[in-house]
């Protein structure tokens, strides 16, 4: 996701991605619900179908049925008829055939052969193959339809009686509408059909007459094994229904036997008929889910450009505020909805986060300005009273460390102010020291000039000698100061070598602490820039005293170098003015045998100016790392002072 012109581009709208995923769902349910809805709906109809062809089958089995009772009730009326076997029989044939609508109708002998006939009728019974069970049952017996040229007629044969025994037959074929009138009043589906079998399978009833003249087997119309098992369950007398492959197609089929004939009923029903009916629910089921499906994604594309429109703002915004924007205002969504929560909670965090920086930003431009008397009184919540604490304990560590700085500057810088009395009393010593072995070079030229009056000046000589041995002996005294001040340089010049190392050990202490700082800004992010530029100028500020301890720390050792050798040198001075002494107690016991001893005293004297010269040079030494101490001392005062100054910037709790 980016920003580009005040725009938000994003790889996959959520608009987009809601009306995706509401079409799926929506689709995947109606699919479902259409996948449901076709199975139960077959399974209904199915069942439905199943359970009304059984019972229709067999009301129409029981209208084949009746019609077959009917027709035997008129042939035993008919039988019953005495003049059948008088001489007025044809007449009751021809009554009965004009009154029952019979194709012909005929009295035969035991044997099958024609009595009387009357209409189209057999000629002889015993050509046929129900003569034989009709006279073996000596009872009513229907059979299969005869086909002739012009018609179909259903056979009727039963006995006639005299005096209760068999004289002969009554035979009439009635016309097929008995059968016909039955099949073609069952209307089921568009292509539904009844139909009856005989028990070799030969369909004897069917509501298209050519089917019965052509005398179709069932076996020859449908060889699917499917079939096959209905039709077996047909022609075994069994009553029951099944759904199967018949005549090609997949059908419902409900039969029953029709009682007192050799006959099956049978209904057929092809699942099209009324899966036709399901697919059209179906069809418009799936139109009308659809064009709801239509209008809700409509209005879903409606509420999610309104969604999509308000996330795009408050997304504008958060990338504003990852720029750095903390002024731009939040507009609040009155959606009543979450939207208006996220945009409320934006609003809020901005709100808060400027509160932050505004304290954050106070706190360290008086840091940054050298007022560390300042403290974090914002109100902090959650994670953010993390930055206070962190803000809080930077404060007082700055404090702490610049305390401890600014108290080691005004020790430093009264160190300093020693040092450079304390060089200033030893270069008043040296030179007082420089200006003794001047007189003291003016002494032994006056010696020398005068040595041939040595005896005659001995007294004067012995008195000079006392002074020499006085200014030596003070020079003495001196010299042990300026050892014991040369010692207290050089303790000194320790201390301020230590707390320089304190000052350089406080500025790396800080320079981390301002690390430290930076780390925690970096991980506030864009919130923590500002913090991150005074962390910054800490380091600067802890950079520059480090360079300035440095820089003092190189002056110190500089200065502790030349007091070393100041020492060195004093100790050499003490060394020469003891030995001076000496010379200058053997000077007084030359005196004292100075008329005896005159080469030896000139002797003795020449040592002595040697000496001297050596005294000289050192002293010329010493002088000069007095005036090199108390010009280090100065440099060191003005350093310190420089540091003090910089220190007296800050203020403190």
Known sequence: MTESTGKVRMRKSIRKKIMFMTTVIVIGVMLVFCAILRYSMK?????ILLDVLQPMAKQSAKAVEANVHLMADRMQGIAKDGRLTQQDGMEVLTEARNTYEFFGLGFYDLSGKAVLKDGEIYADLSETEWFGMMAETDNLTIADPEIFAEYIGVPFGIPVKTDGTTSGYLVGLYKYDMLSDVLGAIHIGKSGMALMVNKEGIVVGHPVADVVRQQVNIYEMDTADSAKKIFERMISRETGSAEGKVNGQEAFV?????????????????????????NRALLNTTVGTSMVLILALAAIWTVTTVISKQLKNAILRVNGLAEGDLKSDVEIQKSED?????????KTTIGS???YLSEIRRVLESISAGNLNVSADGRYRGDFVVVKESLTHIIVSLNQLMKRVNGTAHS???????MGSQSEELHQVVMNQTEAMDALNSEVASIRSNLNDVTENTRETRQKADEIADQISNGGRKMEQLQEAMAAIDKNAGEISNISKMIESISQQTNILALNASVEAARAGEAGKGFAVVAQEVRELAGQSAEASKSTIEMIEKAIKLIKEGVLLTDETSEALQAIQKSSDEVTEISLRLSETVDIQETSLQEITGRIEDLSEITRQNLQC??????ASVELEMESGKLKELL???QYH
């Open 626 to 631: 007095a005036e090199n101490t108390e010009s």
């Open 353 to 355: 986060i400027n509160e």
């Open 648 to 650: 007296d910037q800050f």
């Open 254 to 278: 409900a039969f029953c036997p029709v009682r007192g004939t050799q006959w099956a009923f049978a209904i057929e029903v092809p699942k099209e008929d009324y899966m036709e009916v399901t």
């Open 338 to 346: 979450e939207v208006q929560v996220l945009s409320t909670s934006l």
């Open 412 to 418: 430093l810088m009264e160190t300093a102010q020693s």
């Open 43 to 47: 399974s209904l109809t199915e069942s």
